[in-house]
């Protein structure tokens, strides 16, 4: 999955040894990199601190981009992710009124899911691309959003959301947003899940081989269909997380994450192709991210600036491992 | 071309067939469906002022829809579709404070090629997948927009706005015409000239293009090139009826033009598409809030309207297929 062909075992030259490198280390490699960088330009960016800041901001994105690592996994995209953010936020906090908190984090959960579960089968059962399929989504979600909420603030935010994600959390004496530990356990969990269940592997085989997958016995439909279910659940989280985080939501909140959710993941190591890719490598590719975010903030660079580099980033890293294979 | 076109001609059958081929009838009859019900409902579409206005509505979304097909057929995407309209947009409407109308119009061209070239040579050239290619240069672009202008400015004639988006002669609102223009040149090159159909090649077949002896990696970069150009002119039409430069104009037309393209019945996979099918589906997708302004509908309907219309024009004839092939099945 992660490591790359275990080819040429004989000749253990030093690019077999590059090769047999788990790609999520690369990312994270180059944070490392790109930390030490910092600390040589403004060196009281060394620091806990500084350190927590970029990764609030980092495991965020990534919040927002595992949904979408799943769906690149398999072969796919989801460009419904903005939108499904909005839905499940505004509709969340517009539920906690007659739902409580819980039911209505159940239910905007569970809407995702319904999100997820019509991409899939319109994807798995009527064959039209996925490009199509979630952009249709997307569209239809925003005239859903429009239509129900109209521009409306929303701005009261129960407490237990709150508790999960902007509550300060004290983890080994370093003070931090509980958003944190929140998106590692999640990334914990699913790639635990990716990685180990059969589910999981099966993803990986029906997003690098669809053909030879249902050759194989697999139902490949169910395991689409269940893919794109899960994106729309985690889209749906991501919307509650935001709420909770920044304790506002807008019709347009999830605008944003078209683009740099796609590109955490391509930053992380996944294959656009499918069948590559792992949610650590896209907290990886978001904390990559976020200390460019962090180091064009602290040159004051501007935000344009900032986006011209995510640019550069992508190529660079697409340059370096997302060629096509036969070409 | 040169031969006479006679309404019998008009009417051969290797023109249906084609069309049919390019999965264009779909998006006709929708559009056709829609301009009816339009009509009926609001009558005075047809009156001048309102024609004239829907025109200025999608013809900039029909421009940068066929800058997308044209990426479309060689088996591409392009996600920076919306930040090269930007910034066309914006080195338009920033050049003409400084420079006569016609050399800031030169420049936004040359900018939408330039934006082409550079998706084309790492698209083609380099063996990278177009769509992460444009993801990156879509971050790209739109820095660079904001760069030239962070704000909506610049400065448009009242001239340019009459030649680009009043009417040239009366009921004949001008824009139309400069769609008629790129479509008409388009559709000659695509079907006309070896270059054309070697776009066409790359996208259905690539193995039998190279096979062939032919330059796959020039075609694409052509085709990248040429669909920047397309988006360029789409900007500076959009600039001319706006009278602005905005370096977020752009954006909205990222999923807007990949929804027409859809919707016009192209294959993603490439090499099936048809001109005339992204024409019709961009005016049916921009003139839907429209129709449910008229008709006193919230017009935030459009979005799931739209969708709707998408999924059924896309999805009907698969699920035809489906249901025929079962029947086929279960008889013999």
Known sequence: ?327 | MSTLVTPRRLLDRSGVVRLRREGAIPPIGAFLLFLLVYVIINPSLLTRFQLQTAVNLVVPLALVALGQLIIVLVGGIDISIGATMSLANVVFASQTESLPTAVAMVLALLVGLACGVFNGLLVAYGGLPAIAVTLASAFIFGSLAREVLDRPGGDISKEFYLATSGEFVPFVPIALVWLAVVAVLLWLLLQRTALGRHIYGVGSSMDSVRAAGLDDRRTTLIAFGLAGLVTAMGAILLAGSTLTGDPRSGDSYLLSSIAAVALAGAAFTGGRGSIIGTILAACTLGLIGNLLFFAGVNSYWQYVISALIIVAVVGVPVVWRMLSFRMKGGRS
């Open chain 1, 1 to 327: 999955m992660t490591t790359a062909v275990d080819a040429a075992p004989e000749t253990s030259s030093g690019r077999s040894v590059l090769a047999r490198v788990p790609r999520p280390v690369w990312p994270l490699l180059a944070f490392v990199v790109l930390f030490a960088v910092g600390g040589l330009i403004r060196p009281n960016l060394v620091s806990v601190d500084s350190l927590i800041g970029t990764a609030t901001f980092a495991l965020i994105l990534s919040i927002a981009s595992f949904g979408q690592t799943v769906a690149v996994i398999q072969a796919g995209i989801d460009l419904s992710v903005p939108n499904t953010i909005g839905f499940a936020a505004l509709s969340f906090l517009a539920w906690v009124g007659p739902l409580g908190p819980v039911g209505a984090f159940v239910a905007a959960l569970l809407s995702g899911a319904l999100i997820g579960l019509v991409n899939g089968v319109v994807i798995a059962k009527l064959g039209l691309t996925p490009i199509v399929t979630t952009i249709a989504m997307n569209g239809l979600l925003f005239g859903a959003i429009l239509l129900a909420f109209n521009f409306s603030e929303l701005t009261v935010v129960p407490d237990f959301v709150i508790g999960l994600t902007s509550a300060k959390v004290e983890i080994l004496g370093v003070q931090m947003a509980a958003v944190l530990p929140l998106g590692l356990a999640l990334m914990l969990v699913l790639q635990l899940v990716l990685s180990f269940s059969g589910w999981g592997r099966s993803l990986f085989v029906v997003g690098s081989a669809a053909e030879t997958a249902r050759l194989a016995g697999l139902n490949v439909d169910r395991i689409r269909i269940s893919g794109y279910l899960l994106s729309g659940v985690l889209a749906a989280f991501a919307g509650i997380v935001i709420v909770g985080y920044y304790q506002q939501a807008s019709a347009t909140m999830g605008a944003n994450y078209l683009l740099s959710s796609v590109a955490a993941v391509v930053v992380g190591g996944a294959s656009i192709f499918g069948g590559r890719g792992s949610v650590v490598g896209t907290v990886g590719g978001a904390l990559v991210l976020g200390q460019v975010s962090t180091l064009v903030t602290v040159l004051n660079l501007g935000a344009n600036i900032q986006q011209l580099i995510y640019g550069v980033i992508i190529l660079v890293v697409i340059s370096l491992y997302g060629r096509r294979s036969t070409a």
